[in-house]
């Protein structure tokens, strides 16, 4: 099965600064790639997502690029603001004949942004 | 509707009591999902559903017993649990349907076991 990899459990910026997290995947199929912020207590909610066909992808300040060789994608945060602090997962799916997308996850990164 | 609900938002049971946590979405979401999540880890699956059959059960004990009875529903029923069964219990659905991927989360259930 698929084994997703996030190396940095903690990250501490100070505001303003850029945010980057790595994971690396090891199934070459995997196809979607999405990132979850979960703040304390809460639901993780999707904030970005990028397909196998695509190599980055940006939103506002957050953006993902996709190494398919290299098998690994990373979220890009630029101008952190304090409310960005929460952990962050990323995952790797393979789309399924079944018709659902089994999630995979990283063991999370927790972003600190210091004010 | 852009929302996953689950009901209850805590609970709390012993060990020989019979539970159920229930989901629900309106999105026409055809794939439903039951994950797992312990403190400062990530979501592990538990249960897929698509199309309201079980397509992957992730070797989950059977005192857990999960059912889809209609297309906006999933269920988990739950039944001499153990304590370490403590946990978030989160629902997820998506669309079915090739290159429809996004998976959307409910606020989860909190179970603790006494």
């Known amino acids: 099965g698929e084994n997703v990899e996030q190396h940095l459990s903690t990250l501490s910026v100070q505001e303003g600064d850029s945010a980057v997290i790595k994971c690396t995947y090891s199934d070459s199929a995997s196809n979607y790639f999405p990132w979850y912020k979960q703040e304390l207590g809460k639901r993780p909610q999707l904030i970005i997502d990028i397909r196998s066909n695509v190599g980055e992808k940006k939103d506002q300040r957050i953006a993902v690029t996709l190494n398919k060789t290299a098998k690994h994608f990373s979220l890009h945060i630029t101008e952190t603001q304090p409310e960005d602090s929460a952990v962050y997962f990323c995952?790797?799916?393979?789309?399924?004949?079944?018709?659902?997308?089994?999630?995979?996850f990283g063991t999370g990164t927790r972003l600190t942004v210091i004010p | 509707d852009t929302e996953v609900t689950q009901t209850p938002k805590h609970l709390v049971m012993g060990m020989t009591n019979k539970k159920s946590l229930k989901c629900e979405q309106h999105?026409?979401?055809?794939?439903m999902y039951w994950y797992k999540q312990k403190a400062k880890k990530p979501p592990e699956l538990m249960f897929v559903y698509s199309y309201e059959k079980l397509s992957i059960n992730e070797s989950v004990p059977s005192r857990f017993s999960p059912e889809c009875p209609n297309s906006s529903l999933l269920n988990l029923h739950l039944h001499a649990l153990q304590p370490e069964d403590s946990a978030l219990y989160l629902c997820?659905?998506?669309?079915?349907?090739?290159?429809?991927?996004?998976?959307?989360f409910g606020p989860g259930t909190r179970l603790t076991v006494t």
């Open positions: 997820a659905s998506s669309q079915a349907t090739s290159g429809a991927y996004e998976q959307y």
């Open positions: 999105m026409g979401h055809r794939a």
């Open positions: 995952a790797a799916s393979l789309y399924t004949m079944s018709g659902a997308n089994n999630l995979f």
